[in-house]
């Protein structure tokens, strides 16, 4: 169920910046109804802790489950807020939308063409998250909505796919769906940086920071890493700062407006990205105070949809020299770079063109199937201990 949880939460996410990128209504009513389904989770979580907890030891470590699941079901009211700003249509400037297509990982839509490479095979044996960095998120069929559809789920002609991942996947999943090609609406060229276009720029930089926040969370909750908890906590200093900045920019913005009424959804967005990095330090919040975590929350965030790994990087690798290609890591691993150790300092989202280093050691999101591959190209082979749940990896051995 915490799992569950943890992924809907993150589906709500996807789909709330979706329906705001592309003004739809339906999406923004499905991130409203998944509101539901997480608090009715949330609520059954809460009853099986308190009929777990038989001794006082056991209910302080499942008070660690109900701090982690209070702190997911914030995250997914941030959500609705954002989608909200599209129910109640309150305004969102063409210069966001067209920033919006330049984050580090954006939701897309697109359709499922007949006879197309898509039509009639099932998610698992297309391996999207692999060869294109994006992952299907929910799927559009007829007036039915499939929400986080299962690996064995086959496409057909006319369904629409909410995928999220890097903007350099949407060409190749664009050519497999059969579907034209596509260009976010690029608003007049005006050389002249407004302060619109200053409240713009924060707020995408508050969305990738907000979503860096979350990745870094859960990190440091199955590493149990005080480094990586006082990233994030860092992190939700920066956030504080760039919202003031934000209601800056706007209220400027707004002086040289007639209308200032479509500003409001600049506000509103900055709010729920601040939010959603306040969740991500309340679930750090267990690390920081030292508390005793119980097992299910290192097992539930390992069953979840995308895998958070560590993996070193072997001298003479494929990856050892090689810059980094914005958060993508490799070729065909569907892994995004969430942090980088070097030298026992985490380096929070490395500049494009840092190049990896033998020694480093990577800290990434992405899916289950990618991870041998990640393994590969940083120089071993990963093999699961079947009765441990142990990974173990070998140096590979040059030919």
Request: glycine share 8%; with cysteine; charged share 30%.
């Amino acid at each position: 169920m915490l799992a569950e949880a943890k992924d809907t939460s993150e589906l709500m996410v996807d789909l709330a910046y979706a329906a705001l990128f592309f003004a739809d209504d339906e999406m923004a009513e499905e991130v409203i109804d998944l509101e539901q389904q997480l608090s009715e989770l949330v609520h059954e979580m809460r009853a099986i802790c308190v009929l777990a907890a038989r001794s006082p030891r056991e209910a302080e470590q499942m008070s660690g489950v109900l701090h982690l699941g209070s702190a997911i079901e914030r995250m997914g009211n941030a959500a609705v807020d954002v989608a909200k700003i599209v129910t109640h249509q309150l305004g969102i400037p063409t210069s966001l939308v067209a920033d919006l297509a330049a984050a580090h990982e954006i939701s897309h839509r697109v359709r499922v063409r007949e006879a197309s490479a898509l039509d009639g095979r099932s998610l698992e044996a297309l391996e999207l998250p692999v060869e294109t960095g994006l992952r299907v998120v929910a799927i559009r069929r007829a007036r039915k909505w499939l929400v986080d559809p299962d690996d064995d789920e086959v496409l057909r002609p006319g369904d629409v796919l909410i995928a999220r991942g890097p903007a350099d996947g949407i060409p190749e999943l664009r050519e497999l769906a059969g579907a034209p090609e596509w260009r976010v609406a690029v608003p007049e060229e005006n050389t002249a940086l407004t302060d619109l276009d200053r409240a713009v720029d924060v707020l995408v930089e508050m969305k990738n920071v907000s979503e860096a926040a979350v990745g870094l969370a859960y990190s440091a909750l199955i590493y149990k890493d005080a480094g990586l908890a006082a990233e994030v906590t860092a992190l939700e200093d920066r956030l504080d700062e760039m919202r003031e900045h934000l209601e800056l920019w706007v209220l400027r913005a707004a002086a040289e407006t007639v209308d200032p009424s479509p500003l409001r959804g600049l506000l509103h967005l900055g709010a729920s990205a601040e939010e959603i990095g306040d969740a991500a330090q309340q679930m750090v919040w267990l690390i920081e105070a030292g508390e005793e975590l119980h097992p299910v929350l290192q097992a539930a965030l390992g069953d979840t949809d995308d895998v958070v790994i560590r993996m070193p990087v072997a001298a003479g690798s494929a990856l050892d020299g090689k810059p980094l290609r914005g958060s993508q890591l490799g070729d065909d691993t569907g892994f995004f770079l969430l942090a980088l150790r070097r030298g026992g300092r985490y380096l929070y989202r490395p500049r494009p063109g840092t190049k990896v280093e033998a020694g480093d050691e990577l800290l990434a999101r992405g899916p289950w199937e990618g991870r041998d591959d990640l393994a590969e190209q940083c120089g071993y082979r990963l093999i699961d201990d079947e009765d441990t749940g142990e990974i173990e990896l070998l140096p590979l051995v040059a030919s």
